[in-house]
């Protein structure tokens, strides 16, 4: 099978589709024929050597296409079933993939459109359950941070997770103030969130529509504005950040990450939230695989509005 790999660290260009042997699901498993497979910032952090030192490294967590073999004890799905979902090992963005959590893909969606969905939605979803939950908060404090009629502030909320999360939290009932540039106000109010401008006086803006501040604050944009947002939310304990993991630890503010428990529940509740119009993903901008390097360009360049999916195959999959 094709597959994308890189043999040594650096820009873009050190990217290449090379061919490798064809994998096989084991216990529990599903492989797929990739049709799709989102394009994340951990691909290019990856590819700059910032994360895993070994080589050479396939790419890629999420996908989806068509199930084409099953492994032993898996009951729930069918050969030839539309699904997405995450990769056993990080090697999505290839024509063959073995899924260890999927999902049926909502009916109105394709594969480009489906392939948007698991990165940003886990990741909104277990930063949001972490702020439910209160991770951090005092005894008897629990539950504070995120339900309905509380208040969320999330910053950088109009890139994929952003807006993930800010769907989902409208969907548990919180009101939403989302911190983008300008130009993506209309765009946050059509998520059902209130927008306001990032930057100098950030907490005086949100303070204006929330005098007593927020109940819980989470970062997507790592921007370095974590003790504002630990004075709108009233402390550390109410804030998580995605994107900021030194200022986490100068702070005391919870970093989420991916390592320590992933929300693999949201893929099989996402579908009904994008059936009755309450969630959408955007895709931004679509490439072939062979493309690759000038996705991770597009992707570094930081503006992107909604997701970077590279198609695989013949992607252009009608919704069923």
């Known amino acids: 099978m094709k597959a994308a790999r890189f043999q040594q660290f650096g820009g873009p260009e050190v990217l290449e589709i090379v061919d490798l042997p064809d994998p096989h699901p084991g216990p529990g498993r599903i492989r797929i024929m990739v049709r799709a497979a989102g394009v994340n910032a951990s691909d290019w952090k990856k590819r700059g ?14 996908a989806a296409g068509i199930v084409d073999e099953l492994g032993d004890g898996v009951t729930d799905v069918a050969v030839g079933d539309r ?15 073995v899924l260890a959590h999927y999902a049926p893909i909502p009916p109105s969606l394709d594969f480009t459109g489906a392939a948007a969905l698991p990165a940003a939605v886990e990741t909104a979803t277990r930063a949001l359950d972490q702020l439910a939950a209160g991770e951090g908060s005092p005894p008897g404090d629990h539950g504070r941070g995120l339900g309905k009629d509380s208040i969320l502030l999330v910053n950088g909320a109009s890139g994929s997770v952003g807006s993930a999360a ?7 009932g919180a009101r ?15 998520l059902g969130a209130e927008p306001v401008a990032y930057g100098e006086g950030l907490a005086e803006r949100v303070r204006a529509l929330a005098p007593d501040g927020v109940d819980a604050a989470l970062d997507v944009a790592g921007s370095g504005v974590l003790p504002e947002l630990i004075g709108l939310a009233g402390g550390a304990e109410h804030v998580v950040t995605i994107a900021d993991f030194a200022g986490a630890a ?7 990450r991916g390592d320590t428990g992933r929300a693999v529940h949201a893929l099989a509740g996402i579908g009904e939230l994008v059936e009755s119009g309450r969630f959408a993903l955007p895709v931004a901008q679509t490439f072939p695989l062979a493309e ?3 996705a991770h360009r597009v992707g570094e360049s930081g503006h992107v509005r909604g997701k970077l ?12």
């Not at 050597?49 to 999420?62: A, S, Y």
């Not at 995450?86 to 063959?96: D, I, K």
């Not at 100068?250 to 989420?256: I, K, P």
């Open 83 to 97: 699904v997405f979902g995450f990769s056993a090992e990080p090697a999505a963005q290839a024509e063959l993939v």
């Open 250 to 256: 100068e702070h005391g503010v919870t970093f989420s």
């Open 292 to 294: 690759i390097a000038e």
């Open 309 to 320: 999916v590279l198609v695989i195959g013949s992607a252009s999959g009608e919704p069923e």
């Open 49 to 62: 050597g910032l994360m895993d030192e070994e080589l050479p490294q396939t790419l890629g967590h999420e």
């Open 166 to 172: 800010v769907q989902l939290a409208v969907a548990r």
């Open 176 to 190: 939403v103030i989302g911190t983008a540039s300008p130009a993506n106000h209309a765009y946050l109010r059509s």
